[in-house]
């Protein structure tokens, strides 16, 4: 849990990399928890799964430009 409520105060601090390209928003979990990559993208993943995060493209054609970004509460 640890793990997934530090990708939740990253993608809320404004000016974090939030693309999803492996060298930018999982690179900076690992360096801010000490985790692994996989552990860093299980978290993504899970918090999407959750409906906590999303993916928005942004009119970007290659996915590595897509922004992890939150949801807005109902």
């Known amino acids: 849990m640890q793990i997934r409520s530090q990708v ?5 601090t404004p000016h974090t990399d939030t693309r999803f390209h492996g060298a930018c928003l999982p690179q900076s979990i690992q360096a ?6 996989h552990e860093a993208w299980e978290a993504l993943w899970g918090l999407l ?7 928005d493209p942004e009119r970007q054609p290659a996915s590595d430009n897509w922004r992890w970004k939150l949801r807005a509460r109902p």
């Open 8 to 12: 939740l105060r990253l993608i809320a």
């Open 32 to 37: 801010a928890t000490g985790c692994r990559s």
């Open 49 to 55: 799964a959750d409906g906590l995060i999303y993916l």
